[in-house]
């Protein structure tokens, strides 16, 4: 299989755009003239594109589906942003031949259609879809997919694969033994490996008694997924908690996590925030700009277009050191070159600056509960007036004081109204809940015990550094500063400060998030038109005429501490308590816990490795490519750890090609891609409404089961579950509102009860979803899906489903987003000031506490070393950043031939004052070096970025994914030099010095550091 470039750029062709049209006695709704370029078109009117969807009748002026195509409404997976797709589809062949956008979806159009809408009437308004979206076919059709299960027969990672059947894969993963007799490996063909029917045997047994806390044996399967979200992540967390395990995680700290520990502690509990873009009148994009990675992409890039062109419109400005599409300065956007990691700095710049010029907006920061804001008309509250024991000797240091501890008798509320404030009244302490404004400044003694109000915190806080100080750090002018915070402060209510990874993906991300965050505070915007908003959320898809997420007979198996050490306090432990009881530091850990994060995606690895705080079993990727994706884990010493079968005995990779980090595994078990796919996914908060899409498949490409069943994860699990007898499937598989069981053999039996769930659950107005009609079950194929899987619902649920199927999802109408000056959805829980979790949690390396007042915080290793000591700016003059951008992200899209038509390469971004002083002329072959090694590609020299910073996009320099050439049942199958093209520079990115195979993390927030490696530049004189 020797393709060259050439010939997968015609494959694609193939996929993506189709073989050209055929003559037809109706017409076109539209015509759009073609040119002929370079070749002749196939036809003088439709060029090479298809026939249309849509036919128009001559005779009666009617719109009538095109019998040639069916079109399937599903959800992207490109990147994350799950846009809504309009799939065309070839009725003869079963190809897909386009991608546009689904109009019902709200990623797709600011005013999109109305579920009530027949699909027919959707013809002449399609949604839109972004590049990577209609380039989705060449995911699902790349030459490079597996599409059968395959085995190693030599080492882990030589390349060397066999097919195998289904039958044998199950058992021999399940059953276990000396599965690996048949490979040429010495290192593991007399090992006995232990499968999932020995593992699950052990269900009751403790990894360790001395160790209670870490759980039961079956911890020892981690299930570590790339890409799982919504059911899908729901379908594989019900099987891997029944089989006992907690060990199920997705990739989160790898991309964002900080950020959304950030919001957590800001906006009580919830992961994101965005701001009302359509109506807001001063937005500040930190770490992102309009158009880049985002929530969702397209969408932000189109709102901020069109409330930009208002005539008393949005104005913008990006604090990111690279100026990307979205930061298109003018009269209505600016950009401000920030040095990376210091966007904290800035922050509290602008704070203090705000507090010392009253600009924040006092009366709303006075009221301490919601009810008193409410009744003074306000639409949130902060904790801005509650007082916090700061005496570091007291008993309930760093906590909120309550009214027991002020000695005000016997509390008259709970929870969050139980706080103390100084009533603005009487200037007494008293309860929260009994005062309509509290003081906002306020430091002294209550009951003998040393408080300060949450908001005179954060003041002494940014007071901590002059604003000439922070400049400096941050490297933006004062008199920037300064007017930024005066802008910021100048809109009311419709100005927010918005963020993304930028900000984040530091050693002090989640601090510089919080410090972002609270000047939405300071404004009060909450809740209102062009402010914060928290959206609308989703609906109900777990529960309702079935419960497809619980199996009661599992309750309480899966316990114990998560093997990346997340949710679970160090101090704690067995290991923790031993060491004090022996009279010893307990401090530092052996590896860092994260007792504030979740999703610790970047030490499951290294920590199955050494066994901290135990070793790993069975391991399962699911399209997971963290050798490829995490800084640093992409080293020699680390692969080589990884090919030991020693120290993770058995590693299976769901996938759909053998990938970057696949490539290093026992079994590669086909996975579907995004096209073949099923799930329940909710909309994200910046389009304001309640909305959820529906991905399922539009082709089935996978190899089938012997009873026909298209492979994949999901078949997969539930093959292994039924084999070891798991309570929860086959027949006995998910329960419905009546106390029925409903089989559970297949994945459909699971997906389709959460489509029924998704069209029974509260609506809001206009949002039912209706029967499909005939004309809809014809267009989407539907007649023959439903004889395929109607045992699987009630006959009475059938027609509103293939309603919802046809739709791609159910999503409340577009006019449901505001009332007035206010938006339709309120989030009312307290926005906060102070982190009291934060504030009273220990880091486990040094045993001191987080801060739960957030201030500027250098950013330094797990054991306090400043970065700038690690690694002295005159030998590392540069910091190196990466971008998420619009056409390439993650691996998935390396076989995007059309994309990578457009940008074929990365390249070393360097700002062209460095490349001046270097002598580096753009195209220039140049090493980038780190203190980890160094990677060779092309200069790529610009005025857009800030001097000191070189900049590298995700997604090129694959070594796996079909970059390279492997072997299936001794058949070579030749890499791409395509996918080989660019350069990566995660393997040489900085590591922790002091914790084997880690790289910079942020402790606080758990996010891997991407923006923190400091480097150099060596031109390359001479290049063959």
């Known amino acids: 299989m020797n393709i060259s470039r050439r010939g997968l750029l015609a494959l694609g062709a193939v996929a993506g755009l189709g073989a050209g049209t055929i003559g037809f006695s109706r017409r076109l709704i539209d015509l759009v003239p ?58 003869k062949t079963g190809r897909i031949q386009r991608i546009i956008g689904n109009p019902y979806h709200p990623n797709t159009l600011s005013e999109y259609t109305a579920v009530t809408t027949p699909l027919i009437d959707t013809a002449a308004l399609p949604g839109t879809v972004c590049a990577r979206g209609n380039t989705g076919i060449q995911s699902t059709y790349d030459p490079y997919r597996v599409l059968v299960p395959l085995k190693r027969v030599g080492q882990r990672g030589s390349g060397q694969w066999k097919p195998i059947s289904w039958e044998t894969l199950v058992t021999e993963v399940t059953e276990g033994g000396k599965i690996f007799a048949d490979t040429n490996d010495p290192a593991s063909k007399d090992m006995e490996i232990l499968g999932f029917r020995g593992l699950y045997a052990k269900r009751n047994e403790l990894i360790d008694p001395k160790a209670p806390e870490l759980g039961m044996r079956t911890n020892g399967f981690v299930l570590q997924g790339g890409r799982l979200v919504g059911t899908r992540m729901t379908f594989v967390e019900r099987f891997v908690h029944t089989f006992g395990s907690v060990n199920v995680f997705d990739h989160v700290n790898e991309c964002e996590l900080s950020h959304h520990i950030a919001h957590q502690h800001v906006f009580s509990g919830i992961n994101m925030t965005q701001p009302d873009v359509r109506e807001a009148k001063f937005i500040i994009y930190w770490g992102t700009q309009p158009g880049d990675a985002n929530f969702p992409m397209q969408t932000q890039g189109k709102y901020v277009a069109e409330a930009r062109a208002k005539p008393d419109g949005l104005k913008y400005v990006v604090v990111d050191p690279k100026l990307s599409r979205g930061g298109v300065v003018g009269d209505r956007a600016s950009w401000l070159p920030i040095r990376p990691g210091t966007d904290g700095a800035m922050a509290m710049a602008m704070i203090r600056w705000i507090i010392e010029n009253q600009r924040y907006n006092a009366p709303y920061l006075s009221y301490p509960t919601l009810a008193a804001a409410q009744s003074a008309g306000e639409l949130s509250h902060t904790d801005s007036t509650h007082l916090v024991v700061v005496d570091p000797k007291h008993p309930q240091a760093r906590r909120f004081l309550t009214a027991e501890v002020a000695g005000l008798g016997r509390p008259g509320a709970t929870g969050e109204d139980d706080r103390v404030v100084i009533d603005s009244a009487s200037g007494k302490p008293a309860q929260a809940a009994s005062v309509k404004t509290a003081q906002i400044d306020f430091a002294g003694e209550v009951n003998g015990v040393a408080v300060k109000t949450a908001f005179r915190l954060l003041k002494e806080a940014a007071e901590e550094h002059t604003i000439d100080e922070y400049a400096q750090i941050c490297g933006i002018e004062p008199p920037r500063i300064i007017e930024l915070a005066r802008e910021f402060t100048s809109y009311g209510r419709q100005a927010s400060s918005t963020m993304y990874r930028g900000v984040v993906k530091h050693p002090n991300g989640y601090y510089n998030g919080v410090a ?17 908003t928290a959206g609308g959320g989703g609906y109900s898809v777990k529960k309702g005429p079935y419960d497809i997420d619980s199996v009661p007979e599992a309750e309480g198996l899966a316990k114990g501490v998560i093997i990346n050490r997340e949710k679970f306090h160090y101090e704690d432990t067995s290991e923790y308590k031993t060491q004090v009881a022996a009279g010893k530091n307990p401090y530092p850990a052996k590896r860092p816990w994260f007792p504030l994060s979740f999703a610790m995606y970047t030490e499951t690895l290294p920590s199955a490795v050494q066994r901290y705080p135990y070793g790993v079993d069975i391991l399962m990727w699911q399209k997971a490519t963290p050798l490829y994706s995490v800084p640093g884990q992409g080293n020699p010493e680390f692969l080589d750890a990884i090919k030991d079968p020693k120290n993770i005995p058995l590693i299976i990779a769901s996938d759909i090609i053998v990938g970057d980090s696949s490539m290093f595994a026992d079994y590669i078990l086909p ?97 039912e979803v209706p029967a499909a009609s005939p004309q809809e079950i014809e267009v989407t194929a539907l007649d023959a899906f439903h004889k395929t899987y109607g045992d699987s619902l009630k ?50 390396m040094n045993g001191e506490f987080f801060h739960g007042t957030v201030r500027w915080v250098e950013p330094a290793t797990a054991l306090g070393k400043h970065l700038d000591a690690l690694d002295d700016p005159k030998d590392w003059p540069l910091t190196i950043i990466t971008m998420k951008g619009a056409l390439q992200s ?114 606080a927030g758990g996010s891997v550091v991407f923006y923190n490696t400091k480097a150099r530049l060596e031109k390359e004189t001479a290049h063959a």
């Open 516 to 532: 972002v965050l609270l000047l939405n505070l300071l404004v009060g915007n909450m809740n209102w038109t062009g402010g914060l």
């Open 890 to 1003: 993650h691996s998935r899209l390396a076989s995007n031939y059309t994309l990578r038509e457009i940008t074929p390469n990365n390249g070393v971004q360097i700002a062209a004052a460095d490349a001046q002083r270097l002598g580096i002329a753009n195209g220039d072959w140049v090493w980038v070096v780190t203190p980890e090694g160094k990677r060779r590609g092309r200069a790529v020299v610009l005025q857009g970025i800030r001097p000191g910073v070189i900049l590298f996009e995700v997604g090129y320099g694959h070594w796996g994914y079909g970059a390279t050439n492997y072997s299936v049942d001794g058949k070579r199958v030749m890499g791409d030099a395509v996918r080989r093209t660019g350069i990566h520079l995660n393997p040489i990115m900085r590591r922790d010095p002091d914790i084997w195979q880690m790289p910079l993390m942020d402790l």
């Open 795 to 844: 006959p009475g649920e059938w027609p509103q489903v293939m309603g919802c199927l046809v739709r791609g999802g159910r999503f409340q109408p577009h006019t449901g987003a505001r009332k007035g000056d206010q938006l339709a959805y309120q989030y009312t829980k307290p926005l906060h000031f102070y982190a009291e979790k934060t504030g009273t949690t220990r880091n486990s």
């Open 34 to 91: 073609l040119r002929q370029r370079g070749r002749k078109a196939l036809h003088p009117i439709y060029g090479n594109s298809n026939t249309p969807e849509w036919l128009r009748d001559r005779a009666s002026g009617q719109l009538v589906p095109n019998p040639q195509w069916t079109l399937h409404h599903t959800v992207d997976l490109q990147c994350h942003s799950e846009c809504g797709l309009r799939v065309k589809i070839d009725r």
């Open 671 to 767: 996975d579907v891609s995004h096209l073949e796919s099923w799930d329940l996914v909710d909309t994200f908060p910046t389009t304001l409404t309640k909305g959820t899409g529906v991905r399922w498949p539009a082709v089935n490409l996978t190899s089938t089961t012997p009873d026909g069943r298209h492979v994949c994860l999901e078949e997969f699990l539930i093959d292994v579950a039924k084999r070891i007898g798991m309570p929860g499937y086959g027949d006995k598989g998910i329960p419905d509102a009546d106390g029925k069981y409903w089989p559970l053999n297949r994945r459909e039996d699971f997906y389709l009860k959460a489509v029924a769930n998704l069209v029974a659950a509260k609506g809001v107005g206009g949002d």
